[in-house]
């Protein structure tokens, strides 16, 4: 592999880079008029312009892309997270060209995407999964007849989902007959894709990921878990490893579930499968991620190891460059996801940032994608960097955490900094006691003061 088209914008594309550049592996930017002075764009080796600002016109231009990395003479793709990342299409179109896909096969991203695809496969591989729906529901009647039979509450799921979208929780028929509607033609303007179904609601639940990594021999490890339940409308906002939550057991049967979750579909590459932990500590099969998450970073602080080198190595047909045994949690991480939004509406900040000055202090990694006088457009995701912090424990963590984001400086927009340090200091998130209700429940209680 000699030269990487990364499919991606933004603090993903830097990040991966970032890592190319050290295994001398050359990189080709793809960019919109939006992003044409952003640091990604001028840090790649080759950089082509791809179209207009909205996504379907750049980002998700599948035939400008391919045309990019064909003209550059790339070797492969790296499609980062969101945007095309886990587009079985996309995946099959890279291939289809002689193009390496950085990424699972294009069949198990199909399988993976589709929620109810992947209940059943996790069913059948012995894998725990919440109770709920095997087929998608043709008619709200059917969804109140199955959600009678489960019991309330229950969470109304869009098959196609991801990041949110299309759930709803319901805790009585009459709530279920008022989301049916608007959440279909939420997950059909979002994924084209309608189908949906329901599970029983956890109440009060932990939300805690697994790092697998798979090779082509098919060999899984998995790189332990990552804590993500303090989350603002199901989009996480801070992670941190190992979770303060698990015991050993726990942790041993969870992790050996995410492995065999990855075996069950012949993973290859890297990925995460996602549970929900009741307060009893049993856990669900949420979903698997076949991608690098944004939070990998959390991961990589924790074990040392370096994630987008081990895609790197395994696209290219090499075997994993560690065995289970050698993975252990060295230190604690914790992320914080930095946003372009005020920070007590929680409304994008579009503007131009005047001063960019992130925090430069030892065990402290900040991954940005902007500077000083970078526009932040209301085209993407509002994020604009994240910062990971680690410690020898969790609270040397956290204290290292509340002093970056005290000297993490910017200025000219509006961000969520201020929300991020109340949260650091809050007794329940450094008690490690939070589900994934916690910003819901801090919120309320502010409001009510």
């Not at 599948?62 to 945007?83: F, M, Q, R, W």
């Not at 279920?176 to 179904?197: H, V």
């Not at 099969?285 to 602080?301: G, P, S």
Request: aromatic share 6%; hydrophobic share 40%; proline share 6%.
């Amino acid at each position: 592999m000699r030269k990487v088209l990364i499919a991606n914008r933004g603090e993903i594309a830097r990040r991966i880079m970032r890592t190319c550049r050290e295994k001398g592996v050359a990189t080709v930017a793809v960019y919109s008029d939006a992003d044409r002075d952003l640091p990604f764009v001028r840090e790649a080796d080759e950089a082509v312009h791809i179209g207009p600002p909205p996504v379907p016109h750049s980002y998700l231009n599948v035939e400008a892309i391919i045309a990019a990395a064909k003209s550059t003479n790339a070797d492969a793709i790296h499609p980062g997270y969101g945007l095309l990342s886990e587009n079985e299409a996309f995946a099959r179109r890279v291939l289809e060209e002689g193009l390496v896909f950085i990424g699972p096969s294009p069949k198990v991203i199909g399988q993976m995407g589709d929620k109810l695809t992947a209940r059943r496969i996790m069913q059948e591989a012995g894998v725990p999964v919440v109770p709920g729906c095997e087929d998608s529901l043709a008619t709200v009647e059917e969804a109140t007849a199955q959600a009678a039979q489960i019991g309330y509450p229950v969470m109304l799921k869009a098959s196609a989902g991801g990041g949110g979208i299309g759930m709803q929780i319901c805790r009585e028929e009459s709530q279920l007959l008022q989301a049916y509607q608007s959440a279909k033609g939420r997950a059909k303007a979002y994924f084209g894709n309608d189908a949906m179904y329901v599970e029983k609601y956890v109440e009060r639940p932990r939300h805690i990921e697994v790092q697998i990594a798979a090779d082509n021999a098919g060999n899984v490890i998995h790189l332990l878990e990552r804590e993500c339940s303090i989350q603002r409308r199901h989009q996480k906002v801070l992670e941190e490893s190992p979770s303060p939550f698990l015991d050993p057991a726990t942790r041993e049967q969870l992790c050996e579930a995410a492995v065999k979750a990855a075996k069950a579909v012949g993973y290859t590459g890297l990925g995460t499968v996602e549970f929900i932990v009741d307060e009893n500590k049993n856990f669900y099969f949420l979903e698997m991620n076949t991608r690098l998450q944004v939070e990998h970073a959390v991961t990589e602080e924790m074990t040392g190891y370096d994630l987008v080198a081990m895609q790197l190595a395994i696209a290219d047909g090499q075997p994993l460059p560690v065995e289970q045994r050698d993975v252990q949690a060295k230190r604690h991480a914790i992320e914080l996801r930095v946003y372009a939004e005020d920070p007590v509406t929680f409304l994008p900040s579009p503007g131009t940032i005047s001063l960019y000055q992130p925090p430069a202090m030892e065990h402290v990694r900040i991954d940005d994608g902007v500077e000083s006088g970078t526009q932040v457009t209301p085209f993407y995701d509002p994020m604009i960097a994240k910062v990971i912090i680690s410690g020898e424990t969790r609270e040397e963590a956290v204290e290292r955490a509340q002093e970056a984001m005290h000297h993490f400086l910017i200025t000219g927009i509006k961000t969520n900094i201020p929300f991020l340090q109340e949260v650091l200091a809050d007794e329940q998130f450094r008690g490690g006691d939070y589900t994934t209700w916690f910003i819901t429940e801090r919120t309320t209680k502010t409001n009510h003061k």
